[in-house]
């Protein structure tokens, strides 16, 4: 027999508009946001009425053993009205991959077109990934839905993060990709529940949340840590974020990434990463450090040292090895040194050579790559 979750009251506050337009894109898209996550305003509670599906639906229980019907209370106000176009657009690639794999359609229908908004399809996919015998995707649907659908900061988080893993990673193919398979995206999700529980003093809740994403995803985000919005954790094997770490708005962080404490002290002990830095694969950032905005760590790299803003950092220890113009390199995702040479020649106005620039290039790029 399926089991199915109570109907959820969506909050009355929710997003406008305003905050899901995109100005660098002509499609739906959403604008970077500036600040950083918190727990939102927490409700006593969220109402809860029993429901029961269309017999339609339970074609469905024979596919999955735990299918959550998420509705909303018809006398509140919906959560979308219309004003939600990554949603829409969400809803409108599962229907075009259900057309493409009909065999996908039980899936989809489950994962996607059957709830009501994009905070409860993610509660019930990530909930079915983490889920064990003795945490139920039940429960931990329960515990997602509670925190989501009553914080706004983290309505807005979720919906700038699956932009920034469409715009910046080639591999993701669409919003759905991210909602349905990414773990990266799921691990920064699931840190944001964590992160608000930690905060309402439900540590013991935040820290089982923080295991389990470990155990599932093999990423390690402390849920004390501060996260801010538009982030990329690509791929996200290895990565791992201490407990007083601060990641700011549009960061990038490739695979292997770890920013943590320089010995066994307590308090403030981890790194504070600007906003639109670009962290490079396999990078170790350690101590209670400041990696300046719009800088670029080189992949492999152990920073033990403050990095100015707008500077490109390599080599074991780190050095800085050159300057950027470009405001937020993690919205470009260029980790070679060409940019740097590039702009240099730009400066030297040498660009009446090109054997020149491209010497320069393989020269510097045969030594370091970041």
Request: aromatic share 6%; net charge negative; hydrophobic share 40%.
């Amino acid at each position: 027999m399926a089991c199915l979750s109570h109907r959820w009251v969506p909050s009355p506050d929710v997003l406008s508009g305003e905050h899901l337009s995109h100005h660098h894109h002509n499609h739906h898209r959403i604008q970077d946001g500036v600040g950083v996550s918190g727990s939102g305003d927490e409700d006593d509670g969220c109402s809860k009425a029993c429901t029961s599906l269309p017999s339609s639906a339970y074609r469905l229980e024979k596919v999955f053993p735990v299918y959550a019907m998420c509705g909303s209370d018809p006398e509140s106000p919906s959560v979308l009205d219309g004003s939600d176009p990554v949603w829409e657009a969400i809803k409108e690639e599962a229907k075009l991959e259900t057309e493409k794999e009909p065999i996908l359609s039980s899936f989809l229908y489950a994962s996607i077109l059957s709830h009501d908004c994009l905070e409860q399809a993610l509660a019930f996919v990530i909930a079915n990934r983490l889920q064990n015998p003795t945490l139920l995707a039940t429960q931990l649907i329960d515990i997602f839905c509670n925190v989501i659908m009553h914080d706004k900061d983290i309505q807005q988080s979720l919906r700038l993060d699956v932009q920034a893993f469409k715009d910046r990673d080639p591999a993701c193919l669409s919003y759905c990709t991210a909602i349905l398979y990414m773990k990266g995206y799921h691990s920064l999700q699931v840190y944001r529940v964590a992160h608000a529980l930690w905060h309402q003093g439900r540590k013991v809740l935040a820290l089982a949340l923080q295991s389990r994403v470990s155990e599932v995803f093999g990423i390690d985000i402390h849920p004390a840590a501060k996260i801010g919005e538009g982030i990329l954790l690509d791929h996200g094997t290895g990565v791992v974020i201490g407990e007083t770490a601060v990641v700011g708005n549009r960061v990038s962080l490739m695979q292997g990434i770890t920013l943590g404490g320089s010995g066994k002290e307590t308090g403030d002990r981890h790194p504070k990463v600007g906003e639109g830095v670009l962290i490079g694969a396999s990078a170790t950032i350690l101590g209670n450090i400041s990696i300046g905005e719009g800088s670029m760590i080189a992949a492999g790299s152990l920073v033990l040292k403050d990095v100015p803003p707008h500077s490109v950092v390599a080599g074991i220890p780190a050095n800085i090895i050159g300057g950027l113009h470009v405001h937020d390199p993690s919205l470009t995702m260029k980790h070679g040194l060409r940019i740097q040479i590039v702009e240099l020649c730009e400066q030297l106005s040498i660009w009446g050579s090109i054997e020149v620039i491209w010497t320069f290039i393989a020269f510097f790029q045969g030594r370091m790559i970041i």
